[in-house]
């Protein structure tokens, strides 16, 4: 079966008020996801218009790897691309509809504690799958293979979970302890036995 991957847009018109701008720091970078693509130009106008310089612009994925020294400016809906970015920037801020909200240190904090605790689980492991995606973009079989010797090097047992939609929901009918995910890299919110493949210990 083909899958059609479509681009869509957002029809919500996005308004930065002079209030919303002064709550922002004077240096950051400008994120979007693909919904807003057509307003990233304005809103970047907008904010040196305002004295606020705009250090790069960047479009982000679930799966995007930002890793940046600067505050980040999220343009997007919801929280997912948003809670992906939380460890990869000292602040962060969602500019959604006619708001700027600012995530607060507690929420990043709690991811923190999570990717520790998915350390943890990975370590103490003795059954490991290893998640792997056929969503273009996304697949990363090679990776998984090169990964696979590595951890069996570590005296685990691995197995490579293969599928084109991971379902979180069916990891319980598995016997295994920790699921190291090469896919989508928010899928690591989605369950506490996943740990990202970019964290777990490289000796």
């Known amino acids: 079966m ?3 991957y479509l681009d869509t847009k957002s ?4 308004i930065l008020s002079e209030t919303e701008i002064a709550s922002l720091p004077k240096k950051l970078v400008l994120a979007y996801t693909i919904q807003y693509k057509d307003s990233v130009q304005d809103i970047k106008d907008l904010l040196e218009k305002n004295k606020i310089h ?14 940046t020294k600067h505050p980040v400016l999220l343009i ?33 904090e709690s991811v923190a504690k ?8 990975y370590l103490h492991a003795e059954n490991v799958g290893i998640l792997v995606t056929t969503k273009p973009g996304q697949e990363n079989l090679k990776l ?33 302890d ?6 989508c890299l928010g899928l690591f919110n989605d369950n506490t036995k996943i ?9």
């Open 114 to 121: 999570k990717r520790k605790t998915a350390l943890l689980k």
């Open 11 to 14: 029809k919500k018109k996005i």
């Open 178 to 183: 920790c699921f190291v995910n090469t896919a």
């Open 144 to 176: 998984a293979k090169r990964l696979k010797k590595k951890i069996q090097s570590q005296g685990k047992n691995v197995y490579l979970f293969l599928s084109n939609n991971i379902d979180v929901s069916q990891f319980e009918n598995f016997a295994i």
């Open 76 to 108: 997007g809906s919801g929280l997912f691309h948003a809670k992906n970015l939380y460890l990869q920037c000292p602040e962060i801020y969602v500019l959604e509809g006619r708001k700027v909200i600012k995530i607060p240190r507690s929420e990043i």
């Open 54 to 67: 705009v250090v790069s612009v960047s479009q982000v994925l679930g799966c995007t790897q930002l890793n």
């Open 195 to 203: 740990i990202n493949y970019a964290q777990i210990p490289k000796n």
């Open 2 to 4: 083909k899958v059609l």
